[in-house]
């Protein structure tokens, strides 16, 4: 009857005459085999679709189904994870994925998602331990085990690079500006054209007071980048911070403004380069219009209304500088 069915295209009907049949040959291979791949078809299926909790129920049952044998399908365990995190139950996406080091302490894409997973729940210490151990993994080198999903070399190179990437916001979370640093050039000297980890790299040399090195780093991303918002304004708003290069700052973040025109953030960092380029009124209007910008966004900024404070400050207001 399974057999029938599964022509027939049925297959929920051909996995329960399948369950009917191993309770009187438990052992059948044959059987067995079949469950199995209808099992994970069915997953699948129900993955592709949409319904999450219809391929969680297919995928835990597999595991359970002779469970001596199964439970060690370090493949399906990832795919029960997948689909864990995507129904937002994501404590029992880590569950499966620590089985799976355990299984396997080379596995090394489950060190990546593991540590991504802990960083999603503000697990900060938890992720860094986890990737710090996939790190090692990857600094004693060759023939580890990869999930199958892309050429070894290049899915290798991915799973590296994630990893250090990861650690990077780890600890500059942390406030750990030196291990950050040290990440993120681990990581270009992999990928040394990825403009993303030239900006935060540039972002933590600066809190570790190496303005040259972080404009250099700025400079670097915009070149890969030239239209990152982010990253001209960051090194506009550095120059007007730092009182050089304004008309290279306003400059920067004029062309920001054109990428991003209602970004509160951007049009404080334009008035406060007007502001050390001494025009207050200029830098006056800008700021306002932060403001502005900011309150309408909810994203009411404390260094915005300071700025416009120094600026009200130097014009003598000095009621409205209090406000």
């Known amino acids: ?4 069915y599964d022509q027939r295209g049925e297959f929920e009907k051909a996995v329960k005459e399948y369950q009917e049949a191993l309770q009187y040959d438990p052992h059948s291979s ?24 219809e391929a969680i129920k ?26 864990y995190e995507k129904d937002g139950k994501l404590k029992e996406a880590g569950a499966e ?9 080379l596995a090394l894409e489950a060190y990546l998602q593991l540590g991504r997973l802990y960083l999603q729940r503000n697990l900060t210490g938890k992720g860094i331990e986890i990737l710090e151990k996939g790190r090692e993994l990857t600094l004693r080198g060759a023939n580890l085990y990869l999930l199958p999903r892309s050429p070894p070399g290049d899915y290798r190179k991915e799973i590296e690079r994630g990893i250090y990437f990861l650690l990077g916001l780890a600890y500059s979370e942390k406030g750990d500006y030196d291990k950050a640093v040290s990440r993120y050039r681990e990581y270009l000297k992999l990928d040394p054209d990825k403009a993303l980890v030239h900006f935060y790299l540039a972002a933590n040399l600066d809190k570790q007071g190496k303005t040259k090195e972080a404009i250099s780093e700025l400079k670097r991303a915009i070149k890969l980048d030239p239209n990152n918002a982010e990253a001209l304004n960051y090194l506009g708003y550095l120059y007007a911070e730092k ?11 004029k062309k920001a403004l054109k990428m991003k025109p209602d970004s509160g953030y951007i049009v404080d960092s334009l008035g406060w380069a007007y502001f ?48």
């Open 58 to 83: 297919k995928y835990e049952s597999l595991l359970k189904f002779h469970s001596a044998a199964y439970s060690k399908n370090i493949p399906l365990r990832f795919f029960l994870a997948v689909i």
């Open 97 to 105: 994925l620590k089985k799976i080091i355990e299984l396997n302490p």
């Open 30 to 53: 044959g059987i067995i085999t079949q469950m199995i791949k209808h099992y994970l078809w069915l997953g699948r299926l129900y993955q592709r679709h949409g319904n999450l909790k």
């Open 276 to 323: 050390k380029k001494g025009r207050i009124d200029k830098a006056l209007a800008e700021l306002k219009r932060a403001v502005d910008l900011s309150a309408g966004q909810k994203k009411d900024d404390a260094i915005i209304r300071e700025h416009l404070g120094d600026i009200y400050f130097k014009k003598g207001q000095i009621g409205r500088a209090h406000v």
């Open 243 to 253: 009182g050089i290069n304004l008309n290279e700052s306003i400059e920067l973040l």
């Open 1 to 4: 009857m399974g057999v029938i």
